[in-house]
């Protein structure tokens, strides 16, 4: 049974950074696609960013390009959030696919984590 547990989120003031983590269990098939969606009050989830299952490609919402960063270590996905606004507030989801392409495609998610949540101050 694969699992995906996040963690890192919290309240940050806007400016401040965050980085989240997402540990993948029970996975027989070796490294994953994985990435991160966040949805945010009242708002419907979207894509945040990806990465390849060898973490030598990565993916990212036009919107957030230069302020998040997605990485990886074997089966954790990282995400680095800096210069963090009042509208990145949200519930932040971990995402894995079996094959091809962590994308904005929420139909293709194999395995979803809980999300954890994260508020940006003004």
């Known amino acids: 049974q694969v699992q995906l547990v996040e963690s890192g989120g919290g309240l940050v003031q806007a400016g401040g950074s965050l980085r989240l983590s997402c540990a993948l269990s029970?996975?027989?098939?070796?490294?994953?696609?994985m990435g991160w969606f966040r949805q945010a009050p009242g708002k419907e989830r979207e894509f945040v960013a990806a990465?390849?299952?060898?973490?030598?490609s990565t993916y990212y919402a036009d919107s957030l390009k230069g302020r998040f960063t997605i990485s990886r270590d074997k089966n954790t996905a990282y995400l680095q959030m800096n210069n963090l606004k009042p509208e990145d507030t949200a519930v932040y989801y971990c995402?894995?696919?079996?094959?091809?392409?962590?994308?904005?495609?929420?139909?293709?998610?194999?395995?979803w984590g809980k999300g954890t949540p994260v508020t940006v101050s003004s």
């Open positions: 990465v390849s299952w060898s973490g030598g």
């Open positions: 029970g996975s027989t098939f070796g490294s994953v696609p």
């Open positions: 995402a894995a696919k079996l094959y091809g392409t962590v994308s904005s495609n929420e139909d293709a998610i194999d395995y």
